[in-house]
């Protein structure tokens, strides 16, 4: 059960309150605050509502749990998105910015590259211990880039993947749910109409995870409006 939020101005009041407070908790007890990023409309606000507070910057590493194979000065770019929202806004240091680095012509070798990065950051891990992990889903009740029925959903050992959805005929690069899983905070973004029925299914007794790939992932909070909310879930 959850309390949706009336208006998308109050999820995004709300979500960057919870982040500002955990990357101040964060830093206080461990120096670092290391989160993975969601592309997508609804958490662009929310990041753009972030770089307007007073954070330690230079105590705050970030990463993408998602990216789409473009160039990073693409419009369709989630790293650019980020950097226009925060990281040129707050002037973020270069050190702490841990972006895909996508190639357009070989993905899996960029994937790889970018697990190489993962698996450095955080090592001697099994998985990777973010401190937050921001989510978003699509009306097909994806998140990140694990689309229903794709590889990247059957994936265990990897932390990172290209992941081939052919809805797009493209490669798009990808968290797995193990990796995301490990997340010490994960939190979904869910906004809009469009969403309520792949919300539904989502916590549907009947577990197909290949269909609604959000299933596999265990948040342990919902940001989630009125409007994309079924009532079955509204406490």
Known sequence: MMKPYIQLTDLHQAATDAFCDLANQCIASNGLFRVSLSGGSTPKRLYEMIAQRDLDWTRIHWFWGDERNVP????????????????????????????????????ASAALAYERTLREHFSDQPMPAWDLVLLGMGDDAHTASLFPRTKAIDESSRWFVEN???????????????????????WFLVAGDSKKTALANVFSENQRPNEYPSQLIRPTRWFVTQDACPDSLVR
Do not use: C
């Open 72 to 107: 990073s000065d693409s419009p369709d770019s989630n790293f650019k998105m980020v950097r226009e929202a925060i990281l040129d806004k707050r002037k973020v240091p270069q050190a702490n910015i841990h972006n895909v680095p996508v190639n357009v012509d070989d993905p």
């Open 164 to 186: 081939w959805v052919e809805k797009f005929d493209a490669f798009r690069y990808t968290l797995t749910a193990p990796a995301i899983n490990s997340g010490k905070e994960i």
